[in-house]
């Protein structure tokens, strides 16, 4: 079994709100990844988590934060977005650090 | 800095028939190299993968090849169905540490009925 869930499918936020997005493996994967992506492009790497703990952080605006709460889950949590952070926003997991499966993916509109 | 160039950028074949797309990458340090469908609406998916200590593989439909010297791999889909059409990603990726996929810039396929 090779699935990586996400949820919410869609959201959409006002430039105030505050939301998460969840993200869960059960594959024991040791690391987790959030991607963004535009419309005709490919993924654009966010964050990585390795054993839980995060080891990269592409620059990424602090109105994006991410938490990994066991090795199971990660979640990303939004405030104060822009409407340029609409996106499909993936979850991938591997077991080394080269095979990566992907979620689904949340389609994000920030209004 | 690293890049991935993937060519075509829109394909169309006629169902039955064979689908190539091309990648060329820079770091010649890469050595692994996944492909992956994406349909609309949905996340990407690992279709095949190639090492490169292996100069081809295949899967049913799917192949890939991969030239480390000069530093392309290819994906073929022989006798393509409707359903194979998405767009398909190319990615390297190098063993030094590195957790970054170098993603190719994607090929829309279309397979006409």
């Known amino acids: 079994d090779t699935e990586v869930t996400q949820t919410p499918k869609h959201l959409v936020m006002g430039m105030t709100n505050k939301k998460s997005l969840k993200c869960e493996q059960h594959m024991g994967h040791r690391a987790m990844y959030w991607y963004k992506q535009k419309a005709k492009k490919p993924p654009e790497l966010m964050f990585v988590y390795s054993y839980e703990k995060l080891s990269i952080n592409e620059s990424v605006p602090s109105r994006f934060s991410p938490e990994c709460p066991n090795s199971s889950l990660l979640n990303l949590h939004l405030h104060a977005l822009q409407p340029e952070d609409s996106a499909l926003y993936l979850c991938?997991?591997?077991?080394?650090?080269?095979?990566?499966?992907f979620g689904p993916g949340t389609r994000l509109t920030v209004l | 800095g690293e890049n991935v160039e993937q060519h075509p950028s829109t394909l169309s074949v006629q169902e039955g028939d064979s689908a190539v797309i091309k990648c060329t990458y820079s770091d010649s340090a890469s050595n692994y190299f996944p492909w992956y469908k994406q349909e609309l609406g949905k996340g990407p998916q690992l279709i095949i993968d190639?090492?490169?200590?292996?100069g081809e593989k295949k899967d049913q439909r799917i192949a890939v090849t991969l030239n480390k010297t000069a530093k392309h791999f290819s994906l073929h889909i022989t006798e393509t169905q409707p359903e194979d059409s998405a767009v398909y990603f190319c990615?390297?990726?190098?063993?030094?540490?590195?957790?970054?996929?170098?993603f190719g810039t994607g090929t829309r396929l279309k397979v006409l009925a």
């Open positions: 190639i090492r490169s200590n292996v």
């Open positions: 990615a390297a990726w190098t063993a030094s540490g590195t957790y970054k996929y170098i």
């Open positions: 991938a997991s591997s077991q080394a650090l080269d095979t990566q499966y």
